[in-house]
C-alpha cells in the first residue's frame, strides 16, 4: 500500500513568507509525527498528533510553527515570517496507533530553504 | 545535556567486521528503544525495537542495559550496504501523552 507522502518536496521561499507544508499519513493511522532535520544533524521532534488533537506541541520552536490535522488524515504545519534557520528537512512519520511498540514510518520530507 | 547521547562517529571498518554502537538516555521513565537507520538524503527507516532480554535480526543485536540506561547495537558480518546513519530512539509517556526522542545518530561507513 501507500506510505506516507509529503509535499512539496522541495520548497525554496524568501525571508519572511509564510510557507505550509503537507503530510499524508498511511490510511488508517491515527499517530502522526513531525521532526525536523538540519544538515548533518538528528531529527529534532515538533508536534504529534492523536486523531486531531495534538497532546504534545513542546517541540515547536517558536510561535511561527502551527499544524493541524483534519479529519484525522492529512496533517499541514505552517510556518509564517520564515527565517534562515527554518531552513531544514522536515520530516513526517505515522504510526497505526500511539502506543509505546508502534512502529513509526517516515515520508520523504520536504526541504526547504530559506533565502 | 541532551536527552539520548551517541557517539557520532563516523566510523569507518572495513567490510566483514564487527562493530558496536552504545546509545546512553538519560530519563530512567523511558519505556521503548529502537535503532533505526537513515541512508543520506532519505528518511529514517526502523532497523529494530530493542527488547529487555535483547533480540536478534540476522546479523544484528540490539541490548537493553535499564540499569546503566544505555542501549546498543552489534552489527556482525558487516556489508557495504550497512553504511549509514544509525539513530537510537527512546520513547516514554508521560500523562496521556509520549515523547519520542531520537539520538542525533552514528555514521558508519564501511570500506571494502
Known amino acids: 500500500g501507500a506510505g506516507v507522502s509529503q509535499s512539496p518536496s522541495n520548497k525554496v521561499t524568501e525571508k519572511g513568507k509564510d510557507v505550509e507544508l503537507r503530510c499524508d499519513p498511511i490510511?488508517?493511522?491515527?499517530?502522526l509525527y513531525w521532526y525536523r532535520q538540519s544538515l548533518g544533524q538528528g531529527l529534532e521532534f515538533l508536534i504529534y498528533?492523536?486523531?486531531?488533537?495534538?497532546?504534545?506541541k513542546s517541540g515547536l520552536p517558536s510561535d511561527r510553527f502551527s499544524a493541524e490535522r483534519t479529519g484525522g488524515s492529512v496533517s499541514t504545519l505552517t510556518i509564517q515570517r520564515t527565517q534562515q534557520e527554518d531552513s531544514a528537512v522536515y520530516l513526517c512519520?505515522?504510526?497505526?496507533?500511539?502506543?509505546?511498540?508502534?512502529?513509526?514510518?517516515f515520508g520523504p520530507g520536504t526541504r526547504l530553504t530559506v533565502l | 545535556r541532551k536527552e539520548v547521547e551517541q557517539d557520532p562517529g563516523p566510523f569507518n571498518v572495513p567490510e566483514g567486521a564487527t562493530v558496536a554502537f552504545n546509545c546512553t538516555y538519560s530519563?530512567?521513565?523511558?519505556?521503548?528503544f529502537f535503532w533505526y537507520r537513515q541512508d543520506c538524503r532519505k528518511e529514517p527507516k526502523l532497523l529494530m525495537s530493542?527488547?529487555?532480554s535483547g533480540n536478534e535480526d540476522g546479523r544484528f543485536t540490539a541490548q537493553l542495559n535499564r540499569a546503566s540506561q544505555y542501549i546498543s547495537l552489534l552489527i556482525r558480518d558487516s556489508k557495504l550496504s550497512d553504511s549509514a546513519t544509525y539513530l537510537c530512539?527512546?520513547?516514554?509517556?508521560?500523562?496521556?501523552?509520549?515523547?519520542?526522542?531520537f539520538g542525533s545518530g552514528t555514521r558508519l561507513s564501511i570500506r571494502p
Open positions: 490510511s488508517g493511522h491515527t499517530a
Open positions: 530512539v527512546v520513547r516514554r509517556s508521560y500523562s496521556s501523552a509520549s515523547k519520542i526522542i
Open positions: 498528533f492523536q486523531g486531531n488533537s495534538a497532546p504534545d
Open positions: 512519520a505515522s504510526s497505526a496507533r500511539q502506543g509505546v511498540t508502534d512502529t513509526q514510518y
Open positions: 530519563n530512567s521513565a523511558s519505556q521503548s
Open positions: 530493542v527488547y529487555s
